[in-house]
């Protein structure tokens, strides 16, 4: 009788086990979000997530090592997920405004996570989907749209370890809107592979130059508007001596071509602002 009772004592602690959890990630019990502390590293290795829990697992640690990493402006742990180990990179602090506290967490392979600080506390913001492979100097801030307000800008790069022409461009552009405390996405910005900004013209320097197409650009209520743009087929020519650049201009709109010379690489000035 008494084995008898212990057996439906045990079927019943199984039962309230497994309501706890959908599964071996299991629940904390101060708050409703996946912990990796209740699982053993052994399932955590082989557990396959799915994208609800792949999100509220990164949010959980995230969260936790900020908290833990309170003097450090930028760190990188390891995480454990998929049976991969991963490298994170964090950057805090002041990144887009000085008046707020703001945080980039970025995934290898993974996703952007935009974290901000309020009343103590970090809380997800916003999450931006990754388009290649995140490395150390991915992550850049700068103020592109010249409003007095860092933004973000992330460069990728593939399995190759580079861009190529036939993929997608390497970097996306996030704008902060100080009002709204978001990033804001600039999607043509992927059209592109070359950048660069001056913030003396107060312009965006944007070129293809497997297409041999180079602009010049201004912003204009939020959007890109070109003022300027060369047209080169140095990166497809081999012989220098069939070399030629057209030059072109834009009026109210309206494209108007300036002149085209023979020989002639791409402006010093403009080199400098793609970093060649």
């Not at 609800?52 to 402006?73: N, P, V, W």
């Not at 992330?154 to 580079?162: E, K, L, Q």
């Not at 997608?168 to 600039?186: M, T």
């Not at 107060?202 to 130059?209: A, M, R, T, V």
Request: contains cysteine; proline residues 3%.
């Amino acid at each position: 009788m008494g084995r008898f009772i212990i057996i439906i004592f045990l079927h019943i602690i199984l039962l309230i086990a497994c309501k706890q959890g959908n599964g071996p990630w299991g629940k904390s019990k101060t708050k409703d979000t996946l912990s990796v502390h209740t699982v053993p590293y052994e399932v955590l290795r082989s557990k396959a997530m799915d994208s609800a829990e792949q999100m509220s697992f990164f949010t959980d640690y995230c969260i936790r090592k900020l908290e833990s990493h309170k003097g450090s402006d930028r760190f990188y742990t390891l995480a454990v997920f998929d049976g991969d180990t991963t490298k994170v990179q964090f950057c805090r602090g002041n990144i887009c405004s000085s008046q707020k506290q703001h945080a980039i967490v970025g995934f290898a392979n993974k996703n952007l996570f935009f974290f901000f600080l309020k009343n103590d506390s970090w809380t997800l913001r916003q999450v931006m989907h990754g388009f290649g492979v995140i490395k150390d100097s991915a992550l850049q801030f700068a103020d592109v749209n010249f409003d007095g307000y860092k933004d973000l800008s992330i460069v990728w790069n593939y399995s190759a370890g580079s861009c190529s022409c036939t993929a997608p461009g390497c970097r996306d552009l996030y704008l902060y809107n100080s009002e709204r405390d978001k990033l804001v996405h600039i999607p043509e910005i992927r059209s592109y592979f070359d950048f660069g900004f001056s913030a003396e013209e107060q312009s965006i320097y944007l070129g293809e130059h497997c297409k041999g197409f180079y602009g010049k650009f201004i912003w204009q209520d939020g959007r890109l508007q070109i003022q300027e743009e060369y047209i080169s087929n140095q990166y497809g020519e081999a012989d220098s001596s069939r070399w030629h650049l057209e030059h072109f201009i834009y009026c109210n709109g309206e494209r108007v071509p300036a002149y085209t010379i023979p020989n002639l690489p791409l402006p010093e000035k403009w080199q400098r602002q793609f970093g060649w």
